[in-house]
């Protein structure tokens, strides 16, 4: 998937340095993993691509005489705060099913486990947080505010570990110490799954995406060509002359200094892990929805069609995924 999107299909995601701290980041997601099995094939793959949702419909065949019975999981993105100025999207509340994925077996929603896991330096240190009734979701204020309420041994020890860390600001109240939480969450939901001989089975899963964004993009703006993080839009993008003429142009016209009068928006689809199965993706359709007619979109993709005023499609027989799948929306910013 290498070649341009014609360019008035572009939608970006960008965050681009000069607009760091109205930024956010996405965290990179992707479809169900299967153990490999020589006797199971991908008959097609169905991938729906949003900043709302993302839907995947699979149809795979059993092709040897015999069931065959297989763990499915769904990784969610690791969520690690690195320091008090990260930002990056969770698009739920829910401490353990982050994007809100769902997911069917022949239409009927299927009955799944959890597994969460938290480390710190490389150390699985989840029962130590369930001791200390911690919430193991890193990003979310109630997790601080547990940690706030631990004794000031236990607050010790979590920063001795590198679980944890002390952050000192004034939210009205004076300087005042706050202990922040600094370890990774692994959350992973699975299953097991039998796949008939010689029959068909169609697995659906949907969720909402980690979409990062940015208040106003830096595309457009009169030295952007010779920055670094511009080189890097254009490879991860596919960025093409005509899409840059169209923010060129916004820009000019909206008399804006710094860029184009566009917000960004960033989705980051994991592809790769797809090639787990026997043989390629028999048919895989990709669709692409930019949300607004007025939006701008860029991917790497190859003959891709517009299918109605958001709609942008790709179809692909005997499909062996090579490269994972970005997104960039532009999003008209209303004149003021």
């Given at each position: ?69 297989t763990l499915v999981a769904f990784p969610m993105p690791e969520i690690k705060v690195e320091g008090p100025d990260d930002n990056f999207t969770v698009p ?98 699975y299953w097991e799954q039998t796949f008939p001989a010689q029959t068909e089975l169609v697995v659906e899963h949907r969720y909402k995406p980690s979409v ?65 199965w026997s043989g390629p993706i028999k048919d895989f359709h990709l669709v692409v929805d930019k949300g607004d007619p007025g939006s701008l979109l860029s ?38």
């Amino acid at each position: 998937m290498q070649r341009s999107v014609i360019a008035v299909l572009v939608t970006a995601l960008a965050a681009a340095p000069a607009l760091a701290n109205d930024s956010s980041a996405e965290l990179a997601t992707g479809g169900l993993i299967f153990v490999h099995n020589d006797d199971v094939e991908m008959r097609a793959e169905d991938l729906s691509i949003s900043a709302k949702e993302i839907r995947v419909r699979y149809r795979f065949f059993n092709k040897g005489a015999k069931d065959v019975t297989t763990l499915v999981a769904f990784p969610m993105p690791e969520i690690k705060v690195e320091g008090p100025d990260d930002n990056f999207t969770v698009p739920t509340d829910d401490p353990q099913n982050l994007l809100g994925f769902a997911t069917t077996v022949n239409g009927r929603p299927v009955a799944t486990r959890l597994e969460q896991k938290v480390f710190a330096l490389g150390l699985d240190r989840t029962e130590l947080l369930r001791a200390h009734n911690v919430p193991l979701a890193p990003h979310l204020a109630g997790t601080n505010e547990a940690l706030d309420r631990l004794p000031a041994d236990q607050q010790a020890e979590l920063v001795r570990l590198g679980l944890a860390e002390i952050n000192e600001f004034d939210a009205g109240q004076g300087m005042q110490k706050h202990l922040e939480a600094r370890w990774a969450l692994h959350t992973t939901y699975y299953w097991e799954q039998t796949f008939p001989a010689q029959t068909e089975l169609v697995v659906e899963h949907r969720y909402k995406p980690s979409v990062g964004g940015s208040a106003q993009t830096s595309l457009g703006s009169p030295d952007s060509a010779k920055q670094e993080w511009f080189r890097e839009y254009m490879t991860k993008y596919c960025m093409d002359a005509g899409f840059l003429d169209a923010v060129d142009k916004a820009r000019k016209a909206a008399k804006s200094e710094f860029g184009a009068p566009y917000t960004e928006e960033r989705i980051a689809y994991i592809l790769k892990t797809g090639a787990n199965w026997s043989g390629p993706i028999k048919d895989f359709h990709l669709v692409v929805d930019k949300g607004d007619p007025g939006s701008l979109l860029s991917f790497c993709g190859q003959d891709v069609k517009k299918t109605g005023p958001t709609r942008f499609e790709m179809r692909k027989a005997d499909f062996v995924p090579e490269n994972d799948l970005n997104v960039l929306i532009l999003n008209r910013i209303p004149a003021q």
